[in-house]
């Protein structure tokens, strides 16, 4: 475990350091070939930053949203879903705001997908069992919302089959999706799911609903606007991008009826997981039996 840890460090080393070494000679590049960017200390070193910050933060996004190589086994998005979209909700069940966005979605006749952490469920069965008992799908989001990349094996493992047992216990579903935290996952977790039966499913489109800043306002237009037929959609029920509840998601239930009725608009149909991928009805019950 510890030779695990030393080559984790090692690759976020060369990784960091590579990023800082390009963005220092890109700087160095830039202050050659524009003539008034006298080079200082100051203009080289603060362009390294900035350089290697938004190096390290595209190759973060193209992570989340592409993945490196062949990935056929992990779902973003689905370009032959015609004018279907899925709205997902991760980190829930929660007391606060699961119930509300239930009412929404009851009202609009739509139905969704939601990724639970274990904890929560175990927090608050009802809900958990009322989001099954309304129709909706349900995934896991593992049992205490951890870091998969950075977790020992035997705990990553732990974590997600604890997950299937307690939403199974709970609901009487098992869970036919999974859904890693902050999007980050790592071969040994797609293993797990493969062998679970489970499909890794991340997002196309996230509402930012997370960021401290997000209105009601906000989060509408930036989904509406950029939703398109086939797309994840990311939204979040709970406080717990940190593991803990705190975080308020007020603005996610006051925008949630307005995005149903702007995706409508759209031409845009809301469907669950199973019709958006096109499977059947009979495997979708067998699987989540
Ligand atoms: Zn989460």
């Known amino acids: 475990m510890l030779i695990d840890l030393f080559v984790r460090g090692l690759i976020m080393m060369i990784f960091i350091s590579g990023s800082v070494v390009i963005s220092y000679y890109t700087t160095r590049l830039i202050a050659f070939l524009v003539p008034f960017a006298r080079i200082s200390e100051i203009f080289l070193w603060s362009g390294t930053v ?3 910050a938004a190096l390290l933060m595209g190759i973060a996004y193209y992570y989340v949203y ?12 689905k370009p032959s879903a015609g004018n279907k979209v899925v709205l997902t ?6 007391e606060a705001y699961t119930p509300d966005i239930l009412k929404v979605l009851a009202e609009k006749g739509v139905r969704a997908t939601f990724f639970m952490v274990g904890n929560h469920v175990e ?15 349900v995934g896991n989001h593992t049992y205490g919302h951890i870091t998969v990349p950075n977790s020992p094996p035997p705990q990553l493992a732990a974590q997600i089959m604890r997950t299937n047992l307690v939403i199974l216990q709970v609901t009487g579903t098992y869970p036919q999706y999974l859904r890693p935290p902050r999007g980050l996952y790592d071969m040994r977790m797609r293993r797990i799911a493969k062998l679970l039966g489970q499909e890794l499913v991340l997002w196309s489109l996230s509402s930012q609903d997370w960021h401290s800043r997000a209105t009601r306002t906000s989060i509408t237009r930036r989904v509406v606007e ?6 994840i959609i990311l939204f979040h029920d709970s406080g717990s991008l940190l593991s803990s509840e705190g975080a308020n998601r007020k603005p996610t239930v006051e925008a ?7 995706l409508r608009a759209k031409g845009l149909e ?20």
């Open 50 to 52: 900035f350089i290697s």
């Open 66 to 77: 592409h993945g490196f190589g062949v990935q056929t086994d992990i779902i973003r998005r």
């Open 89 to 94: 909700f991760d980190d829930g069940p929660s």
């Open 123 to 137: 927090k608050y069965p009802e809900i958990a069992k009322q989001i099954v008992e309304e129709g909706h799908e």
């Open 226 to 231: 950029r939703a398109s037929g086939g797309d």
């Open 256 to 262: 949630l009826g307005p995005i149903i009725d702007g």
């Open 270 to 289: 809301v469907s669950t997981m199973q019709e958006f991928m096109g499977y059947p009805a009979e495997q979708a019950r067998r699987l989540s039996g």
